[in-house]
Each structure stands twice: as C-alpha cells, then as structure tokens.
C-alpha cells in the first residue's frame, strides 16, 4: 500500500513538475529562443527557429516552417519599424513577440524639368505594361517548400555596383517609384550564376520595361529577380543550384548599358538582395 502511494505521488510530481516547466518555458519564450539570423532592418530577411510544434504569424501570414521548424521572412524598403511575431506554442498558447527594425536611409534624386512624356509611358503601352506587372506578381507568390532560401547566398554577377535597393529619383516633383533591386554593371554577354538553389517561376525574353526576364523560387516565398537579360538559360519550371549559369547580362528593356539588375523578394515585398552577400565584394574574384 505504501509503496502504491509513494509511486502515485511520484507520479503526481512528475505531471506537476512537467507542467510547471511547460509553463515556465512558455513564459521564458523570447526573441532569442527564435534564433533569428539576418537584419532586422528595412529591406532585410531574416530567418528563424520556431520551438517543436510551433507556429508563427508574421504581418497576418502564417510562416511556412520547414521540418525542423525554420522559417523565413522579410521588411520592405519602407515597412513600420515596430513589428512582432506571433508565436502559437505547441499546447496552444500564445505569445507576441516584439520587436524593432533599424531604419534605413535612402538615396534620393531630385530631376525638374524633364520633358513629361520621357516621365509616362505611351497608353498604348500601358496595357503590355500592366499584363508583364500581373505575369511578375504571379511569380513572386510562388509559396514552395523549396529550401535554397536557407543557403548562403552568392553574387550572381561581379561587377561594380551602379544602383542600390530603396534609392528613388524625383522627377519635377512627382515621386517614382524607387529602385529595388541591385545593378551590376558588366558586360554583354557575361554569364549570370544562381546565387542558391530553386527553382525557375518566370522566364520572358522582352518584357516593355525589363527585357530579358527571370524570376526563381527559393522556397517559403523568397525569390529573386533578374532584369535585362541578353539571354536565357534555363526554362519556366526548370530547378537550378547554386552557382549554375542562369542567363547573361545584357541591355535588354528600358536599360541605358549592360547591367544585371537582381532583386529579391519576400512574397510581394522587396527585399535588399545586397544584404544577403558578403558587402562590398562585387567586385572582386
Ligand atoms: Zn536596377
């Protein structure tokens, strides 16, 4: 009988214990336990490490998590610096988690006295114009549980650096919109890497504003774009890795001279691809 009751006691401790720890974990819950990695800044991404069972809201989207629980997200150029996750726990409850962006400074341009049709496109055009923007956004959703978002991401081109994300021109003061991606500047011809794995969601050869078109899906929303391609070379649907030739620089659209313009996105917010390389080394190798 005694031995009974200090074995159910024994037990009873164990339940208790389990849930005073449960409890105290949820309470202990923190950023840090998330284990982001990346910038918390605007135009940065940022990937993180969700508890075993968890989920993970961010701007109203739940996150997809891989096996292992990672996740991925991302600020736009001029996203609100007071932002939080929310973290719904395996037994349920619910955390929010605050936190806050560092604020970028961007370059702006003032232009006055430009001709205005050099500023509007022709109507005629607008209609291609609007039709290439639908055939981009469709791409950009691509939601996957490709995993190249994960790699270490390298330069697809090496180059000096001729525009940066979040800069934005001011034409007779009405302002543009601003420039999202990176540009290389390189030449005709030179060949275009995959900075990591994923898969090919967009390939136009002569869209109105920007040529030569690439769009590929790197998993959990993120992709990249590649803008005035002389060539294309891989297909819609194709997957790629790391390092593998894509395409090459070309002029191709609205552009003044060869360059690569790459842009990443998080779903539809525009993320600063230069961020996700190592700074300032476009130029070297
Ligand atoms: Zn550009």
Known sequence: MRQRLDHRIAQSLVIVCGWLAGITWAADLSLDALQLRGDLQQGGMVIGQAPKGAQVRYDGR??????????????????PLRQSLQVVLADGSKQTLPFTLKKREYNLQRIEGVPGRTVNPDPEHLQRIRFEAGQVKRARDSDTDLRGFLQTFTWPVRGPITGVYGSQRIYNGE????????????????????PADGLVTLAHRDMFFSGGTMVIDHGHGISTSY???????????????????????GATGRATGPHLCWRLNWYQERLDPQLLVPAGTAQAQ
């Open 62 to 79: 739940a996150l997809t998590l891989t096996e292992s629980g990672e996740f991925v997200l991302g600020f736009g150029r001029d996203e």
């Open 175 to 194: 302002p543009r919109r601003p420039h999202f991606g990176v540009d290389i500047a390189a030449a005709r011809g030179t060949e275009i890497l995959a």
């Open 227 to 249: 803008l005035h391609m002389s060539k294309l070379l891989v297909a819609e649907g194709e997957p790629v890795k790391q390092g593998q030739v894509i395409g090459l620089v």
